[in-house]
């Protein structure tokens, strides 16, 4: 399987696009709230010469699966989220549950839990930000294939108590993204992602266990070294 992590950045105008990891010297950093799953927190920084206060949630990390069977089927599920009030389809996705919890391992442990399936074959298929303007999550989907029934069941609790499962071509799922029929974000990139890389021989996927740098634990780690 090719390399396709990030490059290294290179300047110039001729440079491959790449984001630019910044670590700003914080003048402060406080968590004004701390909530059930996650904080807000209140930075102070100077960029281009002013002091500026940014306050964001404070995200553990997350990732999603993409599990696609022998007949081009993904498997979706249909959960309700409560702050757009909306039953969507979605990929299963969850938290890193620790600090330190493997993304890959957190992916399997998604995968089982959610729709009871394991997989044989993983490979990282995007990587992204889900809304930098005011959260830090960064969210990894991992392709799966060589998909099979878990051993067990799992007891599913609160919104998961009335998760829907579906397979569906990823072709469909496509059309369902491009005519707005279906609009959760980790969806559409999951599918478009592997509608694009699917086309190209699936020579956009990298290593399972490629660096994820951009993940706000490792990105923590790496200031106190």
């Known amino acids: 399987m090719p390399d396709t992590s990030a490059p290294e950045a290179v300047d110039g105008p001729d440079a491959p696009l ?24 209140r930075d102070t920084f100077s960029y281009a010469g002013n002091d500026i206060v940014r306050e964001y949630v404070d995200h553990t990390g997350a990732v999603a699966v993409l599990a696609l069977d022998d007949e081009g089927r993904v498997c979706l599920i249909k959960q309700y989220r409560h702050p757009v009030a909306t039953r969507e389809w979605e990929l299963p996705a969850g938290l890193l549950d620790f600090d330190g919890e493997s993304a890959l391992d957190a992916a399997k442990r998604e ?11 993983w490979s990282v298929l995007s990587d992204f930000h889900t809304s930098p303007g005011g959260n830090n999550e960064a969210l990894r989907i991992y392709l799966a294939r060589g998909v099979a029934e878990a051993p067990e069941e799992f007891a599913r609790t609160d919104e998961e108590s009335e998760i829907e499962k579906r397979w569906v071509p ?22 478009l992602a592997a509608d694009t890389s ?15 740098p951009q993940h706000p634990v490792a990105r923590r780690r790496a200031r106190s070294e």
């Open 198 to 212: 699917r086309a190209r021989g699936w020579a956009t996927l990298a290593d399972a266990e490629s660096p994820w």
């Open 111 to 121: 995968l089982a839990e959610e729709v009871d399936l394991v997989a044989a074959d």
């Open 170 to 191: 990823l072709d469909e799922v496509v059309d369902a993204v491009l005519e707005r029929r279906v609009q959760n974000s980790i969806l559409a990139i999951g599918v």
């Open 18 to 41: 790449h984001d630019e990891l910044v670590d700003l010297p914080l003048l402060s950093s406080d968590v004004v709230f701390e909530g059930k799953i996650w904080n807000i927190r």
